[in-house]
Structures are given as C-alpha cells and as structure tokens.
C-alpha cells in the first residue's frame, strides 16, 4: 500500500505542475519590462509622448478588457490571456480590438515569436490584467489627487515622512525643526538646498545623515523650508 500510494502522490503533483498557472512559474513583472517596454510605457497611470511605438500598456489592457465580450464574467481573465497571446503571435488588424485611427498611428505590431514563448506571454497577459485594473487606477488617481489638494509643504512632510525624524521642537533622529530654523533664519535657500540634496556632518550628535530628496522640485523645497521658519521658530 505505501508504494501505491506514493505513485498516486507523484501522479497529483504531476497533474498539480501541469496545471499550473504560468505566471507562478515567471517573474511576468520583469518579463513584461524586458520584452514590451521598448515599444509600450509600462506606468499607470501611463507617461505618453508623440514618437511613442505603441500605445501604453495600461491603455491596452484596459482598451481589451472593455470591447472584450464573455458571457460569464469569470472567464474574462481567461479569454484576455488567450487573446493577448495569440495576438502577440499572430497579430493583424482583423483581431485587433484598436480603432481605425490607432491601427494608423501605430500600425499593426509585429509578431513576437522568437522573442517570447506562448507560456511566457501568458504568464505577461495575466500579469497585465491584474496590474492594470480600473479599480487599482482609480485609488491612484484618487490619492494623487487628495496629494495636488495638499499645501505643498503639507505634501512634502506626508510624503517624505519628515516627522519621523524631526520633532517641530523636540529633537528625534534628526534635530528638531526649531534647531533648523534658527540656523537658517537668514538663509532660507541654503534650507532648501539642504532638502533637495541632504546633508552629512551639519548636527553634532546627530548620526543619521539627512538623505537627498531630489525628486522634489524647489518650489516645493522653498515650501518646506518657509514653513519650517514659520512655524518652528
């Protein structure tokens, strides 16, 4: 009996490996990276530009998903997979879900084969429909925009977490936001400087070196740093 039933356990996991879903077997986040992102932008909400090759990933999957039609919404995932694997394979306007405007501009892709296998597009499509969903871009859209609402030193502090390193009078971390205004009081723009590019060795007794934030733009440094006079002082 022990024999038998570790054969009936290996044919299980057999039948388990081979239906297995392909984008378990693949990092399809990369693969999507490494195989789309020369022609499509992959963010969402997408960064456009006119000399794009294709149109952004998040503009076809959602374009798809839409003009896709199932009769039991269950299987749209199902059916997108397929599609955007043959497609990929065997592309050409007649399949394609692009209206005739897009298929000028861009004009049909060209097959894919050699470049990605049928598993991998899958395991990529069913990423692709799990990554850009409607609901999940509007969250973003909807916190970017509660963010654009802000003041920007508000923003800024939120964002950054300002707080967790410097107290508005207290020291934590980092030196108190009181200690930072009272030495650039008359030199605001050193402040912001020290925002965008961060610091090292300024605050005896104080290790942690301020870190860089050079995503941030001047006016909103120039925001911090004002509120920082204003209110800390």
Not at 72 to 91: C, Q
Not at 198 to 212: D, I, Q, T, Y
Request: include cysteine; aromatic fraction near 8%.
């Amino acid at each position: 009996m022990r024999p038998l039933s570790a054969f009936l356990a290996l044919l299980l996991l057999v039948g388990c490996e081979q239906k297995q879903d392909p984008a378990t077997r693949y990092d399809a986040k990369a693969l999507l990276k490494q195989k789309c992102s020369q022609c499509h932008n992959l963010d969402m909400p997408p960064q456009t530009s006119p000399d794009e090759k294709a149109p952004p990933m998040m503009a076809v999957t959602f374009h798809v998903r839409d003009f896709m039609k199932v009769a039991n919404p269950a299987e749209k995932r199902r059916k997108f997979i397929d599609f955007v694997t043959d497609y990929a394979l065997n592309p050409s306007a007649k399949k394609s879900y692009c209206d005739k405007k897009s298929l000028e501009s861009y004009g049909v892709m060209p097959s894919q084969k050699g470049n990605i296998t049928p598993e991998e597009l899958q395991a990529v499509a069913g990423y692709m429909y799990d990554h850009y969903d409607p609901e999940k871009f509007m969250k973003i859209m909807t916190e970017r925009a509660r963010l654009a609402a802000m003041p920007a030193y508000k923003r800024v502090l939120e964002q950054k977490n300002c707080l967790g390193c410097h107290g508005l009078k207290k020291d934590k971390v980092a030196p108190a936001f009181s200690k930072i205004a009272k030495r650039y009081r008359d030199n605001p723009d050193a402040m912001a400087q020290s925002i965008r590019h961060g610091s090292r060795g300024k605050w005896a007794g104080f290790k942690l070196a301020m870190p860089p934030f050079k995503d941030l733009t001047p006016a909103d440094a120039k925001a911090v740093s004002e509120w920082i006079l204003k209110e800390a002082r």
